[in-house]
């Protein structure tokens, strides 16, 4: 079936570390892919997607790249700041349903 | 302007007990979604509206229901609640059932005991 694994957390690091959050999927076809993003005691927001192979998707100084051969689309911030404490929830889309991994919480500590 | 909106935004309650959550969007899209998160963060797709008409219904008991009454708006009742209940629900909209972006809810902690 179609899934999502992410790296577990929670993941803690200083201010202006590099941050990498680890993301695979299983899914038949081409899906869709996404990074979803929830601050504390708020509902997700879109950080950023990727449509096809190859694909880049950037938003806020987050990247992540949709690696068909790897079947990857792992996050990754040059210089993390503490507002970025959050949940980072990789997903997938196939037909009309999102497909969520369980979640990465993020600490960065001043 | 609030974008999608849920009440309540808290909800403690006693097993046995029928409760509803609503949620409305002024986005103007088509379709609406229920998830609910479990206390680890996991996060499973619930029920799925286009258009006031069903078409995503996952493995979910059949006390919770699904109501939507118009295409803003789209409630969810649960019956006879059980402590497993407890979790956050989140409602979320999108332009359609086909759109890749979604938009959420901040969410009903809905506690059972």
């Known amino acids: 079936g179609n899934s999502v694994t992410q790296m577990e957390g929670p993941v803690t690091l200083s201010e202006e570390a590099f941050l990498t959050i680890n993301c695979t999927y299983t899914a038949t076809g081409y899906p869709s892919l996404f990074w979803y993003v929830q601050y504390p005691g708020e509902g997700l927001q879109l950080l950023l997607k990727a449509t096809k192979a190859d694909d880049k998707g950037s938003n806020k100084g987050f990247e992540a790249t949709y690696r068909k051969e790897t079947t990857s689309f792992h996050l990754e911030k040059g210089s993390v700041q503490v507002s970025d404490s959050a949940v980072y929830f990789c997903a997938l889309k196939y037909g009309n349903k999102l497909v969520f991994g369980a979640g990465t919480i993020l600490r960065v500590k001043s | 302007d609030t974008a999608v909106s849920q009440t309540p935004k808290y909800l403690v309650t006693q097993m046995g007990n029928d409760k509803s959550i609503k949620c409305e969007q002024n986005?103007?899209?088509?379709?609406m979604y229920w998830y609910k998160q479990d206390s680890k963060k996991f996060l499973k797709i619930m029920f799925s509206?286009?258009?006031?008409?069903?078409?995503i219904n996952e493995t979910v008991p059949n006390r919770f229901s699904p109501k939507s009454p118009d295409k803003a708006h789209l409630n969810l009742h649960i019956n006879s609640l059980e402590l497993g209940d407890s979790a956050v629900y989140f409602c979320?909209?999108?332009?359609?059932?086909?759109?890749?972006?979604?938009?959420f809810g901040p969410g009903t902690r809905l506690t059972v005991t």
């Open positions: 979320a909209s999108s332009q359609d059932a086909g759109s890749h972006e979604q938009y």
């Open positions: 986005l103007g899209h088509d379709t």
């Open positions: 509206y286009n258009n006031k008409e069903l078409i």
